[in-house]
Every structure is written in structure tokens, then in C-alpha cells.
């Protein structure tokens, strides 16, 4: 029974990373005539890391969209970027990691490959997740808009030397198919691959390794996290300290005090193994009591 | 009680502030320059330079 509820929470999960994936990259012809999508939809800020430049992509990625408007000539402070992440933010918190981020799915399946893992000690992990922070702060929101050049045009920083969904899901991809790119390659691109692979072997060796030190949006949106309008929620009464939530948590929390922390990314496996079934989600406006004593 | 009205505010708040600034952004055009960075391939993004 508790086996089974384990495995249905799984795959559920998966069904909806899967459906979000294509969902959002549902431009299959892109594939095929080596283009990416024009079409209006890409003005549209998706709530997930995903590259505008993948050629199935339909929308536009929010992390490259604030670094194009940041970096622009224009405005310096990217309005309409910031505010539909904030109200994903506030509506959904770190779910939107957990069931909706197609680079979030790529690290799960990497983290079902059957190697053996690193448990990260505590003294090196905790200050490695502020990592993040300063990624979205200096190379997403201020160089870009800070550092420019003649024409007060910025780069968009991250995108350019870190993103390593850019290059997976874009940067293989055109310069496989598209003779002229593949011209200019250079030492930029090989930078690039080698954090790809930096990253797919980090997730494959801790879960979630991209989400927990890298993410900028993970950042953004775990500023939400503990206030959003979906939170977890713990009986207090009826935790018997079993610690079967903490093994399972792909984010190596202590589940029942930081249950909903900015590092949660409501994936619902505590959930779904706790044997006393203590552990709930929910939407709502009002608070309960969600902190284990 | 009081912390409850405080935490359904400052949800409210937020959602309403993020829901201005989206409509501020899109006044002001950025929907334009995010679209058209958006229909060409990023360099940047897909590690040419």
C-alpha cells in the first residue's frame, strides 16, 4: 500500500514533467527544418528554465528575457519579466521546480542512473546554496544592465557563459545542423559543453545538483517559497520523527523543520513515503500550522 | 489571528505587485524587445559568443 502510493506519486510526477515539457516545446517542425519558432507566443515569459533558442521552444525563457530587457538600451529594469515571476512566484513557489521545469525533469532522469552518490556535508552545502543568489543578483539582474558597451547595450551574462540548458537545448542542436555556426565555434562553446557535462554529472552523482547551488530562477522563486499560496503541511501531533522524509528528499532537507523552506521544491516524495501520511499540500490563502515541533 | 491577516496580505500584496509590473512592462514595450531576441537564434544563449 505505502510502496504503491510511493510509486503512484512518481509517476504522476513524471506524467506532469512530461506534459509541461511538451507543453512548452511543442514546435516539433523546428526540429526538423533546423529553425527555431517566430511565431508571437515566444513574448510570452514561460514560468520554467528553457531556452528560447531551442527550436521547439514556444515561449520565451524568464531569465534570458530580464537579461535582454536589463542589457537593452531602453529600460534597465525588466518590469514585465520581474512581475510574471513574481506572480508564478507567489501563486506556485518552488513547484514550479519540482513539476514544471523541463531542466528539473532532465536532472531527474539523470538521477535515476544508478551510480553511486555524493551526500554533501552540511558545512560545504549550506554556503554553496547562496551560490545561486549571486547568479541571479550580479550576472542576471545587474551586469547585464551595468556592464555595457558604447551603445549601452549589456550582456546577458548568464546566458552567455553559465546556462547550461542554452547549450543542451539549443547550443548541440544548431550547431549540429547549421554548417555556418558550427564555423564559429570557438572556445566560448567548448567552456560551455564542459559545464553541460559538469552539470550532467553532478546530477547524476547529487539530485537536483543544477536546482540546489546553480539556478537563478530556483533562486527567485524560493524568495516566495515560504509565503507562496501552495505550501506543505506538517501534523505535528502525529510526526513520529521517523526521518523516512528526510532520505527521500531530493534536496537533502530536514523535511519536517524546513518542510517548507526556500530550498523545497514541493516535490511531494515526502509526501507520498511518509508512513503516517502527516505530510500534505495544499492552495489556500489562509495559513495553518506547518511547522513540526 | 493577526500573523494570518498579515500573511494573506502580504500574498495579496505580492500578486497584485507582480501583476502591475507585468502591466507596466508591457505598456512601456517589452513585450517587443523580448520577442525579438526571443525569434532569433541567441548567440550568446547557445554558447557562440
Given amino acids: 500500500m505505502h510502496r504503491n502510493r510511493v510509486k503512484k506519486q512518481g509517476k ?4 506532469v514533467q512530461i506534459i509541461a515539457t511538451v507543453f512548452l516545446n511543442g514546435y516539433f517542425m523546428g526540429i526538423m527544418k533546423g529553425k527555431i519558432y517566430t511565431g508571437k ?3 510570452i515569459c514561460v514560468p520554467v528554465l528553457n531556452c528560447y533558442s531551442c527550436p521547439s521552444a514556444l515561449g520565451a525563457c524568464p531569465i534570458g528575457a530580464l537579461q535582454t530587457v536589463a542589457g537593452g538600451q531602453k529600460h534597465k529594469i525588466p518590469f514585465y519579466a520581474l512581475g510574471t515571476l513574481m ?14 521545469c523541463p531542466f528539473g525533469l532532465f536532472q531527474d532522469l539523470l538521477d535515476k542512473i544508478p551510480v553511486k552518490k555524493i551526500s554533501i556535508p552540511k558545512k560545504i552545502d549550506k554556503p554553496l546554496r547562496y551560490l545561486k543568489y549571486g547568479i541571479l543578483l550580479f550576472l542576471v539582474l545587474l551586469f547585464p544592465a551595468v556592464i555595457t558597451d558604447q551603445y549601452g ?3 546577458p551574462w548568464f546566458c552567455e557563459y553559465i546556462c547550461p540548458a542554452g547549450t543542451m537545448e539549443g547550443g548541440l ?3 549540429a545542423v547549421n554548417e555556418q555556426l558550427r564555423k564559429l565555434v570557438g572556445t566560448l562553446f567548448y567552456w560551455k559543453v564542459f559545464l553541460l557535462v559538469v552539470v550532467i554529472i553532478g546530477a547524476m552523482k547529487i539530485s537536483r545538483f543544477f536546482c540546489r547551488y546553480v539556478c537563478p530562477l530556483g533562486a527567485f522563486y524560493s524568495l516566495f517559497n ?4 501552495h505550501q506543505m503541511y506538517i501534523n505535528a501531533m502525529q510526526c ?19 518542510l517548507n523552506s526556500s530550498e523545497c521544491i514541493r516535490c511531494g516524495k515526502c509526501r507520498a513515503v511518509c508512513p503516517e501520511q502527516v505530510i500534505t499540500s495544499n492552495f489556500s490563502l489562509h495559513e495553518k500550522n506547518n511547522i513540526c515541533e | 489571528m493577526k500573523k494570518e491577516t498579515e500573511l494573506i496580505f502580504l500574498r495579496l500584496i505580492v500578486l497584485l505587485a507582480g501583476m502591475a509590473l507585468m502591466i507596466l512592462g508591457i505598456m512601456r514595450g517589452e513585450l517587443v524587445e523580448v520577442l525579438n531576441k526571443a525569434v532569433r537564434i541567441c548567440l550568446e544563449c547557445i554558447g557562440i559568443g
Fill in chain 1, 12 to 15: 504522476f510526477r513524471l506524467l
Fill in chain 1, 41 to 43: 507566443s515566444k513574448e
Fill in chain 1, 87 to 100: 506572480v508564478f512566484g507567489v501563486l506556485l513557489g518552488r513547484l514550479i521546480c519540482g513539476f514544471l
Fill in chain 1, 153 to 155: 547595450t549589456g550582456e
Fill in chain 1, 173 to 175: 542542436f544548431h550547431v
Fill in chain 1, 226 to 229: 515560504r509565503f507562496s499560496f
Fill in chain 1, 240 to 258: 513520529t520523527h521517523c526521518h523516512a522524509c528526510e532520505k527521500v528528499c531530493p534536496m537533502a532537507l530536514n523535511v519536517p523543520q524546513e
